[in-house]
């Protein structure tokens, strides 16, 4: 069994080797990769950072806009209940624009409250997305390269040394391995 049980146990400790550098750069692989998905997540929860201060903002002008609409069409009452003789001290005429500013009022917190909403929305996700920057970064920073290299070639190792001791029992050779 000499010279076959040799080559045989110098593959599989080869392969063993093989097996070590490639387990160590999966490794490797896996904790940029990590890295890189952290990174994105950062971004994510800056960008949903940003869209809820933007939407605040976005809902007060949205507010204000309609406070103007209404506004303009208060004018326009006043101005066609003129035409057609209203006194503006009449009952009706006071209801008419009064009605108009309710309406107005509650379409004004109506664009706040759903800017309110969409901004919180937004900031959840931004939590969300700070909370996954963390864990994957905990990940990355967990994972080795040289450990899992190391493992496999363990590993390997111990195949090979339970190869030749096999080899060695059964009649085979009782030389080394050689490197």
């Known amino acids: 069994m000499g010279t076959?049980?040799?080559?045989?146990?110098?593959?599989?400790?080869?392969?063993?080797?093989?097996?070590?550098?490639?387990?160590?750069?999966?490794?490797?692989?896996?904790?940029?990769?990590l890295e890189y998905q952290a990174g994105i997540a950062a971004q994510n929860k800056r960008i949903s950072d940003i869209s809820a201060a933007d939407a605040l903002v976005r809902g007060k002008e949205e507010a204000d806009s309609s406070r103007r609409?209404?506004?303009?069409?208060?004018?326009?009452?006043?101005?066609?209940?003129?035409?057609?003789?209203l006194r503006s001290d009449d009952v009706d005429a006071v209801a008419i624009l009064v009605?108009?500013?309710?309406?107005?009022?509650?379409?004004?917190?109506?664009?706040?409250?759903?800017?309110?909403?969409?901004?919180?929305?937004?900031?959840?996700?931004?939590?969300?997305?700070?909370?996954?920057?963390?864990?994957?970064?905990?990940r990355a920073s967990r994972e080795n390269p040289a450990l899992a290299g190391f493992t496999s070639l363990l590993g390997s190792g111990m195949s090979t040394a339970g190869k030749w001791y096999g080899a060695k029992l059964s009649g085979g050779t009782t030389t080394t391995v050689r490197n």
Do not use: H
């Open 4 to 33: 076959g049980t040799e080559g045989f146990l110098l593959a599989s400790a080869g392969s063993g080797a093989m097996s070590s550098v490639g387990a160590a750069r999966d490794s490797q692989n896996k904790k940029a990769s």
């Open 69 to 85: 609409d209404f506004t303009n069409l208060k004018s326009q009452i006043k101005v066609e209940q003129g035409a057609s003789g």
């Open 99 to 138: 009605g108009a500013d309710i309406v107005g009022l509650e379409e004004r917190g109506i664009i706040l409250d759903n800017a309110e909403k969409e901004a919180w929305s937004k900031r959840v996700d931004a939590a969300n997305f700070e909370a996954d920057s963390s864990v994957l970064s905990a």
